[in-house]
């Protein structure tokens, strides 16, 4: 013993200097360090690759926040912005029918135009939704991607606002080409939101050619009704579809009519050096099978005052083609569209009458026809999907009515002239 005392940390008693345990309060006043234990080497990097790792999701989470993305698709794909998703459609078709492909059939020498159309609906419910998607777009831009040396290249227009983007979309480029273009050609959309995100839509056209046969007086007879009518039935029976056929016919008054209800003909009217144009007295009617393209170009189309001159229930393009004295001039029917232009239409019931409850619609400018004299120039019965027809630079004169819209059609009648 030393001699030295120490009083107990719990009850105060005077204890020797060595002391372990108290006697007094039985509490043992030995002082215990504490031991670090110490970390495996191996556990420090693992701790600080974590520490990285979390680090780096955090920099990603924040740089996808900020960084605008790039959507790539053809034909069409969902768009997500705001929390509401879009369904962006690319199609040549005049309804939300996604189209990255679409294949022409083309003849030698003869013009086209498709129509690529962008129609944005929402997602959930199908509705159009393309003024409020276009509230987000920065910029609209069009580029064809076609052939190097391309013999007749394709052309196109920049996107401009359909008038009612539930029928035909919310934008639309028109894009013309011949029988001698080139394809495939792509036709890429690059829409810039104003959230900085790029979308890039595709189509590709894709022509293919097809034969075209050309008939002429000087090779065939067709002076006489029953000539052409011969001719008509040798054509149905001997040339298979998809070959074009064209009737060039002579320049002589046809006594009666004509009924072309099988395979697609064309009929092209002539003129001779006494200005007498290719006429038929008696109603001629065009009506292949599943509406095919057909035209009727340079006819007159002459009546006793009853009647119909021209029915066409097809995709029809009537071109310079006259019509006197008819109950009805040219009637488009059945569920197709069909387009005068350049017509002249004098002394009929009605020179003009659109009745088709169809739902397909083409070319709308009916531009260049003049009514003279009719009883009621046009009459619109049934327009389909009330396509807006646009009679630019066409003459109204001395008709009892000029335009019957019984349904209430759109029309525009801003360039026409009414005397």
Not at 5 to 15: R, V, Y
Not at 101 to 118: A, F
Not at 183 to 188: A, C
Request: hydrophobic share 35%; glycine share 8%.
């Amino acid at each position: 013993m030393d001699g030295r005392t120490k009083a107990c940390p719990s009850c105060g008693a005077s204890l020797p200097g060595n002391a372990f345990f108290c006697p007094h309060c039985a509490q043992d006043i030995h002082t215990r360090r504490s031991v670090q234990i110490p970390v495996r080497r191996w556990l420090r990097p693992l701790r600080w690759a974590v520490v990285l790792a979390g680090l780096l999701l955090l920099a990603a989470i924040l740089y996808d926040a900020v960084t605008p993305d790039v959507y790539d698709a053809w034909g069409e794909l969902t768009y997500t912005i705001d929390g509401n998703p879009y369904h962006l459609v690319l199609t040549f078709r005049n309804d939300v029918t996604p189209e990255p492909e679409c294949t022409v059939k083309v003849e030698e020498g003869e013009s086209y135009e498709r129509t690529s159309k962008l129609f944005i609906t929402h997602v959930e419910t199908g509705v159009d939704a393309g003024r409020m998607f276009d509230q987000q777009i920065e910029s609209t831009y069009v580029r064809l991607i076609q052939p190097e040396d391309n013999p007749s290249p394709v052309t196109w227009e920049q996107p401009v606002y359909q008038g009612t983007p539930a029928m035909e979309g919310l934008m639309r480029s028109y894009l013309t080409f011949t029988g001698e273009s080139l394809g495939p050609v792509e036709v890429e959309w690059t829409l810039s939101m104003k959230n900085g995100d790029t979308i890039r839509l595709h189509q590709e056209l894709i022509f293919e050619p097809v034969e075209t046969l050309d008939f002429y007086p000087e090779d065939y007879p067709m002076d006489t009704i029953e000539d052409l009518r011969a001719l008509v039935d040798r054509i149905e029976a001997e040339v298979p579809l998809p070959t074009v056929v064209n009737l060039y016919l002579p320049p002589v008054w046809y006594e009666e009519g004509l009924t072309l209800d099988g395979r697609p003909i064309n009929l092209y009217g002539s003129v001779d050096e006494q200005n007498k144009r290719t006429a038929f007295l008696g109603p001629v009617e065009v009506t292949p099978e599943n509406g095919s393209r057909s035209i009727v170009e340079n006819v007159e189309f002459r009546g006793d005052g009853t009647g119909t001159g021209l029915t066409v229930e097809a995709d029809g393009r009537i071109r310079n083609c006259g019509f006197y004295g008819w109950d009805t001039g040219l009637l488009v029917g059945g569920v197709h569209w069909a387009d005068p232009v350049g017509c002249w239409f004098e002394d009929n019931g009605v020179g003009f009458c659109f009745d088709s409850a169809g739902d397909y619609f083409n070319y709308s400018y009916f531009e260049g026809n003049t009514f003279l004299h009719n009883e009621i120039a046009v009459d619109l019965v049934r327009v389909p999907r009330a396509k807006e027809i646009n009679f630019r630079n066409c003459l109204f004169s001395g008709n009892g009515g000029n335009i019957h819209n019984p349904s209430d059609y759109p029309f525009n009648i801003s360039y026409a002239t009414f005397e």
